[in-house]
């Protein structure tokens, strides 16, 4: 069982949800960010999203495209951001997932992707813009070195589509609050619930929401339906304007904190999960 199920194992039985931060690797370096990740998982992150910084970010928004701008003012690639994984799987379990475009992942081996990938920690891998048709043979390379192929549900998907998505899936499903890029938003839309329902005819995987969550109450709002929620932009935003102070990390801990709210009431239960061939 790869640390992504057993994470939602845990806190199915826990009957909790999980708190999934995003940040952008080397953004404002790969220090801070090596030191960002343990900070994030001692403020409770289940599970960490680490966004590989790419020139041509089609699915961010401005805040994310602007870590990625930071980033890369420096040469870094998948390569030079796997070390620093490699760091913190040392001293911690909590899962991490590639948010990632297609082309930084060719800067490595192909035929030994997987293995490079799983040798680092590295325990799932979501590529924004690779399509389920056009999957196979990443999935051939990823799939037999252990590491967990994630896909986007988007609002726009069909149930035939989402279908075709959860075949292809494993360790989670991500589904998207909202249509176009990542971003900070006042309120979510009312229909992510409903979407929520749909994947969850489809697959019995754990679902996870992102794309706008920005708040506490977007986070206690998501644990209602979803079994995890995932915050990018405002991280990001507040990494932004911490840049150039000696409490960097400590401000982010502290808003990753601030979104998580209060742990000791168990939200309510979720649906039953559907069956699935997996």
């Not at 020139?55 to 990625?68: F, T, Y």
């Not at 309120?187 to 996870?208: G, N």
């Amino acid at each position: 069982m790869s640390r992504i199920a057993q994470l939602f194992e845990s806190i199915r039985r826990d009957g909790r949800r999980a708190f999934i931060p995003y940040l952008t690797a080397g953004d404002p370096d790969l220090a801070t960010t090596e030191r960002l990740l343990p900070a994030l998982v001692d403020a409770g992150a289940d599970l960490i999203e680490l966004g590989i910084p790419f020139s041509d970010p089609m699915a961010d928004g401005p805040v994310i495209q602007r870590a990625s701008e930071r980033a890369l003012q420096e040469p870094l690639g998948v390569a030079e951001i796997l070390p620093v994984v490699e760091r913190f799987r040392q001293q911690s379990d909590v899962p991490i997932v590639l948010f990632t475009y297609y082309n930084p992942l060719l800067q490595l081996d192909q035929s030994t992707l997987g293995e490079r990938l799983r040798s680092a920690g590295v325990d799932g891998v979501l590529i924004t813009d690779l399509i389920p048709e056009e999957a196979g043979d990443l999935i051939a390379r990823l799939r037999p070195a252990g590491i967990d192929t994630i896909f986007l549900v988007a609002p726009t998907s069909t149930d035939e589509r989402i279908r075709m998505i959860a075949d292809q899936a494993t360790g989670f499903l991500y589904v998207v609050a909202r249509t176009g890029v990542t971003g900070v938003r006042e309120e979510l839309s009312q229909e992510v619930s409903s979407l929520v329902a749909r994947v969850r005819q489809a697959s019995s995987l754990p679902i996870a929401v992102g794309f706008g969550i920005t708040t506490p109450a977007h986070v206690q709002e998501v644990w209602q339906y979803a079994e995890g929620a995932v915050v990018g932009s405002r991280l990001v935003l507040e990494i932004e304007q911490s840049l150039g102070r000696p409490d960097l990390v400590e401000r982010v801990a502290q808003l990753t904190r601030h979104l998580r709210g209060e742990r000791g009431n168990t939200p309510a239960p979720l649906p039953q999960l559907a069956s699935s061939n997996r």
